[in-house]
């Protein structure tokens, strides 16, 4: 909404026109994205995680089922940060590692999570056979971790291979 609200308000200074209906149809994959129990967002910064907890806890409210966090990051992120922000919503977190290779190992990742707040930790298919319809569960912190449920969640195979080899030209 907020990126939308700067678009309209650049179109109408530079007195461009634009047709308000094609809102209703964007879609970008990835955030906030919505798969029966699973909000999936590619949060994978600080400013977008708190505005993906903000987001969640509002459409939660409306749902009433327990919301659980699912969190997987790439380990050149801003681990700590990240981590930090997730544990203080007292929240319940799924830990994940994402099959990508820069993804950080869940044993460096448990060491960030009170094990109180843990509820499970494995792999995104493990994760994802495991959850339950009872609950609603929002999957954050990386883009990798959102292409990867995603694609789960549509019976598609994971494939990192065209980025791998991009990443090394």
């Known amino acids: 909404q907020h990126n939308a609200s700067i678009a309209i308000e650049l179109l109408s200074r530079l007195a461009q026109p634009y047709d308000p209906s094609a809102l209703e149809e964007l879609l970008w ?10 909000l999936v967002d590619s ?17 939660n409210a409306l749902d009433g089922r327990p919301l659980e966090l699912i969190f997987g990051v790439m380990a050149d992120k801003n681990v700590s940060e990240l981590s930090a922000a997730l544990v203080e919503t007292g929240y319940t977190i799924h830990l994940v590692e994402p099959s990508y290779p820069r993804s950080l190992a869940l044993d460096a990742l448990r060491d960030l999570v009170p094990s109180a707040l843990i509820a499970s930790s494995g792999t995104v298919p493990n994760c994802l056979a ?3 319809d009872d609950k609603q569960y929002l999957v ?8 990867e449920v995603l694609a789960h ?3 598609l195979p994971v494939s990192y291979t065209h ?3 991009h990443e090394t030209e």
């Open 29 to 38: 994959p990835g955030r906030m994205e919505c798969h029966g129990s699973l």
């Open 130 to 132: 495991k959850l339950s």
């Open 140 to 147: 954050v912190g990386s883009s990798f971790l959102a292409a």
């Open 43 to 59: 949060a994978h910064n600080p400013h977008a995680l708190s505005a993906a907890l903000e987001t969640a806890k509002q459409l």
């Open 153 to 155: 969640v549509r019976g």
């Open 163 to 165: 980025i791998r080899s």
